[in-house]
């Protein structure tokens, strides 16, 4: 990454500037717009049952996703990202979410920077951390270093995680050190007992 340009969104995240103390004063709220706009569009695909995503939902999602993530670019160079002490867990948890949805992989590479300065200063959760450096893993086709992606598809009727960097074993030890991860195996048999299964699993049951 330019060093120049990773300078520039890590600066914020120490102080905002005076001019913008007003703007950053109402982070959270904006945050909590943005997530309302997030889910609404994707509780109105949840709702219908439909997993093909016909183009008008896809373009819906492109809109307010693109929206949201240039609403959060203007208010993470002026702000920073949104510290726990100063804004609540919750904007950060918001801000982690919205940016796991941006179609913007530079924008969530220089997030993913922040937020390891954020997770390090305790202003940021380190489950967060761990989620989107498996999602930019995934996207640039390297394994995953926490083990919190499944892939796409269903074997024998169950969720697998996806390829990881380096055994199990290795792989749980990271998630000791983020803490409050369980082990992928609990992870794994957790998600599984979510699992919504296809009529053609439903039938073998």
């Not at 049952?49 to 373009?59: A, E, L, Q, V």
């Not at 959060?72 to 100063?86: D, I, M, T």
């Not at 990271?174 to 009529?199: C, F, H, Q, S, W």
Request: proline fraction near 5%.
């Amino acid at each position: 990454m330019n060093k120049k340009l990773l300078m520039l969104f890590l600066l914020p995240l120490a102080a905002a500037t005076p001019s913008h103390a007003a703007e950053c004063d109402d982070y959270a709220k904006e945050l909590a717009t943005m997530r309302q706009s997030d889910q609404a569009v994707r509780m109105a695909q949840h709702q219908t049952g439909d997993t093909t995503m016909p183009r008008r939902t896809k373009n819906a999602f492109e809109a307010v996703d693109k929206a949201n993530t240039a609403r959060l670019k203007v208010l993470v160079n002026q702000c920073g990202w949104p510290a726990a002490s100063r804004h609540g867990r919750a904007a950060g948890l918001t801000a982690f979410m919205l940016v796991q949805h941006s179609p913007d992989r530079d924008f969530q590479r220089q997030m993913l920077e922040l937020l390891k300065q954020a997770v390090k200063a305790g202003e940021a959760e380190g489950l967060t951390l761990a989620y989107l450096t498996d999602r930019l893993a995934m996207a640039d086709g390297r394994p995953q270093v926490y083990g919190t992606q499944f892939k796409q598809e269903l074997v024998n009727c169950k969720r697998v995680l996806a390829p990881l960097d380096g055994s199990r074993e290795v792989v749980d030890a990271r998630r000791r050190e983020i803490g409050e991860m369980p082990t992928l195996d609990e992870y794994e048999e957790l998600t599984n007992a979510r699992l919504v299964l296809p009529p053609e699993c439903r039938a073998t049951k």
